[in-house]
């Protein structure tokens, strides 16, 4: 199993740098006329948000004379920013009503997948802590493994991709659980382009007994591996049906502690089937 930073995994990146820069004032209330800039501000930037913010309010589109006067923007310096915003695609305008363009729209996706994203990692780490184990989270997208976040501690840290998690499938408890979600052939095909290899000592040996032994998982079983990825490893992955996609909430324990394995694999699952209703759609990223 894979290990990543603290709380989050790619796609989700790394932390955001600090800003230096002092923070922004609130703007002017609409309908005031406009204030004189501050050398720390850019007037023309603060102009074109509040446009944006007034047009986003009209879901029929609003005329440039009422854009202005709701924003206390003169016309002639509304319509300067307006063109340039329609220009940039963040407006469009249609027989003379201005809308949200494509731009803006993606911005508004983008802000609410990383909302998503948020509410994973924040579970995530709960769950971390009142278990007191590493959790991670994967999904099979498109015919690979992609482990989306995981949250561990320097007390109980993650287990260290030493061969490429995507290839290994077969030997940790992430991929067998995943594997186990999907049809016959999906499994053979990633058979075909991830053959089953020696990991360790404990790995399993060839295809077909990993076939077998994937078909005889039942629906919602954790599904658990021991030193077969990684020496001193145990692990155990909960299945999760998100829609038509095969997910995977996971925990991992150095061997020595492996007479928890099973009642923390529990203490997760029970802690997921509460929860899946409200995050379900933040885990479909």
Known sequence: MATVDTASAEPYGPPARPCSAPPLQRPPARGVPEQPHSATLISSVQRAMRLLESVAEHECGAPAKQLARETGLALPTAYHLLRTLVHEGYLRRDKGLFFLGEAAVRLGASGAAQKRRSTVVDTLAHWRDSIGVPV??????????????????????????????????????????????????????????????????????????????????????????????????????????????????????????????????????????????????????
């Open 136 to 285: 991670y989270y994967a999904v099979y997208r498109e015919g690979e493994i992609e482990v989306m976040c995981v949250s561990d501690t320097p007390g109980n840290p993650a287990v260290e991709e030493w061969a490429d998690f995507r290839e290994t499938g077969h030997a940790h408890a992430i991929g067998q659980c995943l594997l186990s979600q999907l049809d016959e052939d999906s499994r053979r095909d990633h058979l075909t382009r991830y053959p089953v290899q020696s990991i360790t000592p404990y790995t399993v040996r060839d295809d077909h007994t990993l076939m077998r032994r994937l078909a005889r998982v039942r629906r919602m079983e954790a599904v658990v591996e021991r030193q077969e990825y990684a020496l001193g490893t145990v692990c155990a992955a909960i299945p999760i049906t998100v829609g038509t996609s095969a997910a995977t909430m996971a925990i991992s324990l150095p061997a020595h502690q492996s007479d928890r394995l099973l009642s923390a694999a529990q203490q997760l699952q029970r802690e997921v089937g509460r929860m899946l209703g409200s995050l379900a759609l933040s885990i479909s990223i």
